[in-house]
């Protein structure tokens, strides 16, 4: 069962662009939402995240955007450059009970000079 | 000084054969994880120890047995290695959300080749 529904799958972008990445979520317990950021040959690290009582976040050139009604999230990365290109996890987790986190299938970006 | 560490990196091995993969992290975490990464890079959770007890455990087949010798400690051993145990082995920590920093951080992985 994925918990956690991610689009699109690939997305190539050009520098200086905008880049939005889509995450849906089933499971209302729910009440963290992470991205994480993977290199080629690395395992994947936290970029941002954010809870259900705001509706947005910034870190930087990265931003999430959480709308709690449609069960939705999604990073938008500003001015983008080729250094961002990388695979992107949504992921989600019910800080009560085990904590664990379900991820989205990833979006591998590309961002072209 | 890395966080998270893994060995091996790359493990190539035959159908049949038993073999393991250690994890250690040095950031005094409660809660360690293993995932599995296939090759549609999608993460799945197979176990969770919080200070050397299991609390999740995945339907994972159990050819793949997790021990926790402490908490700084998360191996995991596979026996009767099949085609498709082949993909990426990802060791994650984490601290409890009450310490106010929420946030797991991963090994750089091991993958494992069955041929």
């Known amino acids: 069962q994925q918990q956690v529904k991610q689009s699109p799958q690939s997305l190539i972008v050009q520098k200086g662009g905008i880049p939005i990445i889509n995450c849906a979520y089933e499971?209302?317990?729910?009440?963290?939402f992470p991205w994480y950021q993977q290199f080629p040959g690395k395992g994947p690290a936290l970029l941002i995240a954010?809870?259900?009582?705001?509706s947005e976040k910034k870190e930087g050139r990265f931003t999430i955007s959480f709308n709690k009604s449609a069960k939705q999230f999604s990073l938008h990365i500003m001015d983008s450059q080729p250094g961002d290109s990388a695979t992107y996890f949504c992921?989600?987790?019910?800080?009560?009970?085990?904590?664990?986190?379900?991820f989205g299938t990833g979006t591998r970006l590309t961002i072209i000079p | 000084d890395t966080a998270v560490s893994q060995t091996p990196k790359y493990l190539v091995t035959q159908m049949g054969n038993d073999k393991s993969i250690k994890c250690e992290q040095n950031?005094?975490?409660?809660?360690m994880y293993w995932y599995k990464q296939d090759s549609k890079k999608f993460l799945k959770i197979m176990f969770s120890?919080?200070?050397?007890?299991?609390?999740i455990n995945e339907t994972v087949p159990n050819r793949f047995s997790p021990k926790s010798p402490d908490k700084a400690h998360l191996n995991l051993h596979i026996n009767s290695l099949e085609l498709g145990d082949s993909a990426v082995y990802f060791c994650?920590?984490?601290?409890?959300?009450?310490?106010?920093?929420?946030?797991?951080?991963f090994g750089s992985g091991t993958r494992l080749t069955v041929v």
């Open positions: 954010i809870r259900p009582d705001v």
């Open positions: 499971n209302t317990a729910f009440d963290y």
């Open positions: 994650a920590s984490s601290p409890p959300f009450a310490q106010g920093l929420y946030g797991y951080t």
């Open positions: 120890y919080n200070n050397k007890e299991l609390i």
């Open positions: 950031l005094g975490h409660d809660t």
């Open positions: 992921a989600a987790s019910s800080l009560i009970g085990n904590e664990k986190l379900t």
